[in-house]
Every structure is written in structure tokens, then in C-alpha cells.
């Protein structure tokens, strides 16, 4: 036997408690993953690098304002713009709420020389251009929903008073999101009789020339009736998702509130577990173990007992991530669910700061206690 | 009679619990000599046990000096003693004492993992050790899978095997059947007579105490005088 054989000899000692201990660990600290993830997630838009060629321009005012359609001729012109397309967020529904994807009115010629990074069939890219009621669709979604390129899907109009009857005519794949649908502007114009706009989509022909294009096209459309505003793709989705600002605070205060409860849970089980061993903790002093080697048996136990939890949590929650399909299980919410080595880290770093603090009381208590304490313990 | 091993000089150990006095040992000296069997006796509360916490160092004096192999003892800081007890001092409980998830050679082991023998080595002792006490047939065995007897003998070994300066012993045999007990009570004699090991056995039964070379009878703290 060695010194760590000692050790995990104590740990097993009561294998129940233990089992309990350490996947209420373990629990927690999946909990503490997943909401990590998800606020990662949330929080961190991603783009692609040829996205970072690209603009966004809205009503200055809020999303939810939309610009006249007439913009698009005078957006084109402005130098360096290479490309404009047309990007109105329809939000309709496919079948019911819970299938929710996004879908967006565009420029079917324009589209993909803007959204250059993602990957089609040329036959099918010219197809859809040819139908006015065509749509491109990405291939999570295709296969989320078993889709098969000539059906036909409705979508029933939330914002728009218009329900629209698509015909697929191809997939698109790569890029960030695999998930999105395209269809033709004109069709939701002819559906709906309103000839509004959501954003534009610029590609500019080169990174020098984003801050000019901003500059001109704000000053261009700023007396007019819809001021607009101009942003990188990055920064318009770091606006759209500065919306979740309360729900980061929200999951942020949960977070702390389970590694807390955790923390208690861990600190009864040590504090139960090194009592009951009170007597024999006094026989190994009287053995000759020192206040020091006494706290490091404790420590060492609440360590590993805290660590192996951290890693059955936080290390399975990264295998079930890998595993596990979160688009279609969050229902399109999270277009991506990876749990990073660093919110692994995180999570196994608090799982260690749980099996130090959790042991600190009861093992300073034990360490200060005199041999004849505990000798007179019962068992 | 060389230089004592055990020097204890007006040794008293007072007990306050506010106004009240508890006075455990008063002014006691007595010396133990190298290869002694010594039985510490007497009625109950008459601070026995005290007298023998304090020769190995778990207790300290009020008053007086204990000094055991050139060293005062109640001088030695916490950490000083623990290390003080690991080489100076074998423990045998009354209640054995075992660590009950460990096996006999593993409980007899414990007090080696603070040295810096190899494994090979440690085996080699605790296995020397065992044999000696007669329960080396046992040494995979759980404390709770060995009768009284023979857990109290895997407690011996387990106070031998450092080969410490003095075996203490408080009431080796109080949790023993007649037969167990006199056959503790040999190996330690044994102990003494064959291996030269210095004993002090506290018990408040004759008997026992017939086994040792040396009787010491305390009485409300106080030595008597021996006989
Ligand atoms: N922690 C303590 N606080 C107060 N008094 C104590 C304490 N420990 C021991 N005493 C007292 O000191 C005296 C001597 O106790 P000690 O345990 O040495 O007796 P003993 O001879 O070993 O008795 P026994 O045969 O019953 O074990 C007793 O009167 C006891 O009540
Ligand atoms: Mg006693």
C-alpha cells in the first residue's frame, strides 16, 4: 500500500455516499457546462473571414423598423460596394412554433456572391434563381426535417400577413449556418403588396473600404424618412444578441447558485466522512502522522472525490455535445453547441476549488484536535 | 543499570474546569530503565493513563519533567512530537484500534509509508513483524474478519514494526477474553524477554501485571512506594 492507496482506500469507504457525492458533483457541474455553452453561444457570433467583408444596413432606430425598397439601387452604387442584396427576416412557421428556423426574403441573383463560403450545386443555384417561388435551404435543416429537393413547404407569414408555398430546388452547406432558408424577395413583395426591406447585405470589395462605405451610405439615407444604420456583420450580431443581456445575468446568477449548493452538499459529505474518523485520525497522530500529513490525506480525498466528479460532468457533457445533435434537440436555438477545453477547464477548476474549500473546515478541525480528543471518540 | 530511558521528576498534571481542580498526577518521579517491563497500576482514576500519555508524548505536564531517551518530551513542538512519536514510540490501545478498511499487513504497514523505505522493504518488515506477533497466516485479512486476540496482536505488530524506543500499552487486555489476554500478555513478555523491547503496560488487574518484571502503583496521582 502506498500513500495515495491510503487514500482511495478512505474515499471508498462508504460506497454509496460516495457514488452520491460524486455525481451530485458531477451533476452540478454538467449544469454548470451545458449553461456555460449555451451562454457562450449566446454570446459569441460566428463569422467566417469572408464575413468580415460583409455590411449590414437596418433602420437606425430598431430591427424591428424596416428601410423602403428603392434604397437598393442607390446602395449599389456607393464605391466599394461590390455587391447588395435585399435581407428581410420573414419568422415564419413551419408546420408549428417548435420548428423554428430562420428564413430570409433575398436577392436570389445577388445571394450567393455574397454569402461566398458556403458550398451548392451550381445546377441547382441556377434553378432557383429561375423560380420566383424557389427556395435554397441549408442542410441541417433539410435534414432535420427529411426534406427532399423539389418538395414543397408552407410557411405561415408571424410578421407578414402572407403564408408562402416554397418549392426547394437546392441545399447549401458549410458556412456557419447550415440552417438557414433562402427564398425570393420578390415573391414575399408580390405576397404581401408592401415593397419593405429589412437590412441590406453588402459585400465590399476590400476590408480598407468597410469604414468609407459606412460613412456614405448613413450619410446618404440621413435626411431622409428612414435613417439608417450601418454595421459589420459582426457587430449587427453582437447587437442582436446583446437582446439575451438579461438572460447572461440570469444564467450567470444559476451558475453560482448550484457551484454554491454544490459546495454545501461536498462540505456536509466531508465534514460526515472525517468526523466518523475522528478516532482513528487521533490513532494515526499517535502514530506519528503530523498535523500537515493529516491535512493532506483529508485534502487529497476531498480532492480527487471533487475531481473525479468535475470530470465525469464536465468531460461528459464535452462527449455528449460531440454526440448529441443540440440543433435539433434545442430546436434550432443553438446552431452550434461546443463545449470548449476552456469551459472544460473552468468547470474542473471550480470542481478542484470545491473539493479544497468543502474539506477545509472539518480538516483544520481534525489537524487542531490533540490525540486524547480523539482517542476518547466512540466509534 | 545504565542511564534510564524514561526520567520523570515531580511530574503533576492539574486539571482546571473553573473553580474545580482535577488533579490527575501529583509530583510523581520514577525511572524506567532500557529493557524494562513496567505495569502502571492501580484503582480507577487514579491517573494511570495519564502517566503513560505523557511518557509518549500525547499529553503534556503541568508541572515537573519527563524525559525519555535525552529528550524532554512536553518541550517539543506539535510537529516535533508527532515525528518524536513515530520513532521513539510503539502504541498499543485497548480497543485495538485498527483501521477497519485496511488489511493487517496494510494497517501494520501504515505507520512505514511516513519513512522512506521502498515498498520491498516495508513488506519485508511488516511481514517480520507479523511473524513475530504469530498472525502472519492473517495478513490479508480485514480487522473485522480476526477475532479480538488476534487484531490486538496486528496491533502489536503494527506499534513494533518502526522499532520505536518504548511499547506503551494502556489496557492491553481490557477488551479480551481470559484465554486472548494471557496470550497478549506472553507476547509481550516475549517481546521484552527475547527482543529486548522496554514495556510499560498500564492494567488494574493483577494478573496482567504479573507478567511484567515491575510493578508501579499509583494511588489519587501519587506514587507509592514500590514493593
Ligand atoms: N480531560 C480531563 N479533564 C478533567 N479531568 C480529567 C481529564 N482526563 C482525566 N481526568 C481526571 O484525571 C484523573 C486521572 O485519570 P486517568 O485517566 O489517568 O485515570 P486511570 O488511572 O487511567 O483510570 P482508569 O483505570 O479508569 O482508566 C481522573 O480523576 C480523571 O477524572
Ligand atoms: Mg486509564
Not at chain 1, 19 to 32: D, G, N, Q
Not at chain 1, 251 to 262: D, E, L
Not at chain 2, 80 to 105: C, D, M
Amino acid at each position: 500500500m502506498t500513500i495515495p492507496g491510503f487514500i482511495f482506500r478512505n474515499a471508498l469507504r462508504n460506497k454509496r455516499r460516495l457514488t452520491l457525492t460524486v455525481l451530485s458533483v458531477a451533476l452540478s457541474l454538467f449544469l454548470f457546462t451545458v449553461l456555460q455553452t449555451a451562454l457562450r453561444e449566446m454570446s459569441q457570433p460566428q463569422l467566417s473571414e469572408q464575413s468580415a467583408l460583409r455590411l449590414i444596413v437596418r433602420h437606425k432606430v430598431s430591427l424591428a423598423n424596416v428601410l423602403p425598397s428603392k434604397y437598393q439601387s442607390r446602395i449599389a452604387r456607393v464605391p466599394g460596394v461590390k455587391r447588395v442584396s435585399r435581407l428581410t427576416w420573414f419568422g415564419g412557421i413551419y408546420i408549428d412554433g417548435g420548428n423554428f428556423f430562420a428564413q430570409f426574403a433575398c436577392d436570389a441573383d445577388a445571394l450567393f456572391d455574397i454569402l461566398t463560403e458556403v458550398t451548392t450545386n451550381p445546377d441547382q443555384v441556377a434553378a432557383f434563381k429561375k423560380e420566383k417561388t424557389a427556395c435554397m435551404v441549408g442542410i441541417k435543416t433539410m435534414n432535420r426535417f427529411g426534406w427532399k429537393i423539389g418538395q414543397k413547404i408552407t410557411l405561415r407569414g408571424t410578421i407578414y400577413p402572407a403564408d408562402l408555398e416554397l418549392t426547394i430546388r437546392g441545399v447549401y452547406s458549410g458556412g456557419i449556418d447550415e440552417t438557414n432558408l433562402f427564398f425570393h424577395h420578390e415573391y414575399l413583395d408580390e405576397a404581401t403588396g408592401w415593397h419593405v426591406v429589412g437590412c441590406y447585405w453588402i459585400q465590399t470589395a476590400n476590408a480598407d473600404a468597410i469604414p468609407d462605405v459606412i460613412r456614405r451610405v448613413d450619410a446618404m439615407f440621413s435626411s431622409s424618412s428612414a435613417e439608417t444604420k450601418t454595421e459589420t456583420e459582426r457587430a449587427f450580431q453582437l447587437t442582436f444578441l446583446s437582446w439575451f443581456g438579461n438572460i447572461k445575468l440570469l444564467i450567470g446568477s444559476i451558475c453560482t447558485v448550484i457551484v454554491f449548493t454544490m459546495m454545501l452538499v461536498t462540505a456536509s459529505t466531508m465534514s460526515m466522512a472525517i468526523r466518523e474518523r475522528t478516532r482513528e485520525i487521533a490513532v494515526l497522530k499517535a502514530l506519528g502522522y503530523n498535523g500537515r500529513q493529516i491535512f493532506g490525506l483529508i485534502l487529497a480525498e476531498s480532492f480527487g472525490l471533487a475531481l473525479a466528479g468535475g470530470l465525469i460532468g464536465c468531460v461528459g457533457t464535452r462527449f455528449l455535445a460531440q454526440n448529441v445533435d443540440m440543433y435539433v434537440l434545442s430546436h434550432g436555438f443553438f446552431v452550434r453547441f461546443e463545449v470548449t477545453p476552456h469551459i472544460v477547464a473552468a468547470g474542473l477548476l471550480i470542481a478542484a476549488a470545491m473539493g479544497v474549500v468543502s474539506c477545509l473546515a472539518p480538516a483544520i478541525a481534525s489537524v487542531r484536535a490533540s490525540v486524547l480528543d480523539g482517542l476518547r471518540e466512540l466509534d | 543499570m545504565d542511564q534510564p530511558i524514561v526520567q520523570i521528576r515531580e511530574l503533576s498534571k492539574v486539571y482546571r474546569h473553573g473553580d474545580i481542580e482535577v488533579v490527575a498526577l501529583n509530583s510523581v518521579s520514577l525511572d524506567i530503565g532500557r529493557g524494562e517491563f513496567v505495569a502502571l497500576m492501580g484503582p480507577s482514576g487514579s491517573g494511570k493513563s495519564t502517566l503513560l500519555h505523557i511518557i509518549a508524548g500525547i499529553d503534556r505536564p503541568t508541572a515537573g519533567r519527563c524525559v525519555v531517551e535525552g529528550t524532554e518530551v512536553g518541550d517539543l513542538s506539535e510537529t516535533e512530537l508527532a515525528a518524536w512519536r513515530k520513532q521513539h514510540v510503539g502504541f498499543v490501545f485497548q480497543t485495538f484500534n485498527l483501521i477497519p478498511v485496511l488489511t493487517a499487513f496494510e494497517n501494520v504497514e501504515l505507520p512505514l509509508l511516513l519513512t522512506g523505505l521502498s515498498a520491498r522493504e516495508r513488506r519485508d518488515h511488516v511481514e517480520a513483524a507479523l511473524e513475530l506477533v504469530g498472525v502472519a497466516d492473517r495478513m490479508k485479512h480485514l480487522p473485522r474478519q480476526l477475532s479480538g486476540g488476534q487484531e490486538q496482536r496486528v496491533a502489536i505488530a503494527r506499534a513494533l514494526v518502526t522499532d520505536p524506543t518504548l511499547l506503551v500499552a494502556d489496557e492491553p487486555t481490557g477488551n479480551l477474553d481470559a484465554h486472548s489476554a494471557a496470550d497478549v500478555l506472553v507476547l509481550l513478555q516475549t517481546l521484552n524477554r527475547a527482543a529486548g523491547k522496554t514495556v510499560i503496560m498500564v492494567t488494574h488487574d493483577p494478573k496482567a501485571a504479573a507478567y511484567a518484571r515491575r510493578m508501579v502503583h499509583l494511588e489519587k496521582g501519587e506514587l507509592l512506594n514500590e514493593k
